[in-house]
Structures are given as structure tokens and as C-alpha cells.
């Protein structure tokens, strides 16, 4: 069982920056990747960004590349991610999840944290 707690989400003006917070803590033997997905209303849940935590390969949403960069501490267990030059379309509430190999879906991955709204503001 891992358990995910997302942290770091708040108001920020257009433009602006915020680093979200993906600490894992359980047993994470076996998952091997951590995503990034957020969900805004009226719209499907979309993938942002995972990285895998051997190697570190990375992969990036469309609408996010070149604005937003994930990252991880190993020794923390936890994933980052630096959203930099927002916009008010980036306005949804993002949840992290693990799962056994980095995916652009959400189906595959086993454990999700709770969430984090990050709303930007014009």
C-alpha cells in the first residue's frame, strides 16, 4: 500500500509560478513512476507530467512542455512540480499517482493522493 499527499496548490497571478509537493510514503516497491494529473470543471482529467524513479525519464503533457518541469528526491520519496509562466487555463485541481511504469492515461496507475487546487487568476 502507498499512500500519496499532495501539497503546494494555492492562488497565483497569470504569469507566476508554484512547486507542488508529491511525498510518498508505504510500500513503493513495485511502483515505479509517478504521474501528474489534473482535473478542471467541465473538462476530463488530463495528464500534466510523470517521471520514473529509476533513471528519471520524464514526459510531458502538450499543453504544459516548456512550462512546467517534474522532478524527484529519491532519498525523500517525493515528486516535484515547478509550474512556471501559469495561465488561468492551468486552473483545475492536480493529483499525483503511482503505478508500475510511466503512462499518459490514468487507468494504469494504482495509488492516488487526494488532490491540490491550484487556481489562476487573470
Known amino acids: 500500500q502507498v499512500q500519496l499527499v499532495e501539497s503546494g496548490g494555492g492562488l497565483v497571478q497569470a504569469g507566476g509560478s508554484l512547486r507542488l509537493s508529491c511525498a510518498a510514503s508505504?510500500?513503493?516497491?513495485?511502483?515505479?513512476?509517478t504521474g501528474w494529473f489534473r482535473q478542471a470543471p467541465g473538462k476530463e482529467r488530463e495528464f500534466v507530467a510523470a517521471i520514473r524513479w529509476s533513471g528519471g525519464s520524464t514526459y510531458y503533457g502538450d499543453s504544459v512542455k516548456g512550462r512546467f518541469t517534474v522532478s524527484r528526491d529519491n532519498a525523500k520519496n517525493t515528486v516535484y512540480l515547478e509550474m512556471n509562466s501559469l495561465k488561468p487555463e492551468d486552473t483545475a485541481v492536480y493529483s499525483c499517482a503511482v503505478g508500475g511504469s510511466l503512462s499518459v492515461v490514468p487507468g494504469p496507475y494504482t495509488y492516488w493522493g487526494q488532490g491540490t487546487q491550484v487556481t489562476v487568476s487573470s
Open positions: 508505504g510500500r513503493t516497491f513495485g511502483y515505479y513512476a
